[in-house]
């Protein structure tokens, strides 16, 4: 039972982040002013974050139990690391770098975090099958 809800849990984190990455932001910059774009993203992407990183602890707790020290336990445990990472270093830091206007340091932060939301999503779907 515990596997089959880990299996769930893996799928609602990939879900929520395909969903994310394919429709929300890109509506939210096509519809919204830049400013109020700005400020929304600013609002949901804790939200975003720390949803995704209660999921994916819950998932690595379920690997505990199950006694899973498989590949997919070191997977989802660098899945929830880069969520904490991404929340509560990398945001901050891209917030700053755009409040301040050092554009290279935005774009090449900005960049990174992507490139971190594409690699957990690879892990997720190794995860998964």
């Known amino acids: 039972m515990f596997e089959q809800v880990s299996i769930y849990l893996t799928s ?15 509506v939210v910059f096509t519809t919204l002013d830049e400013e109020n774009a700005r400020k929304f993203i600013r609002r ?6 720390n949803v995704n990183l209660g999921i994916s602890f819950l998932v690595l707790i379920l690997f ?7 590949i997919d336990f070191y997977l989802i ?10 929340n509560y270093f990398l945001m901050p830091l891209i917030n700053k ?3 301040e ?6 774009k090449y932060s900005h960049f990174f975090s992507v490139v971190i939301n594409f690699v957990q999503m690879i892990f997720l779907v190794i995860i998964l099958i």
């Open 97 to 99: 770098y755009r409040d």
């Open 77 to 86: 445990l660098v899945v929830t690391l880069l969520f904490a990472t991404s």
């Open 101 to 106: 206007k050092q554009d290279k340091k935005f």
């Open 44 to 49: 949901i992407f804790p939200f975003y974050y």
């Open 64 to 70: 505990l139990v199950l006694s899973n020290f498989g």
């Open 12 to 26: 609602m984190i990939l879900g929520i982040m395909l969903f994310f990455s394919f429709v929300i932001a890109p």
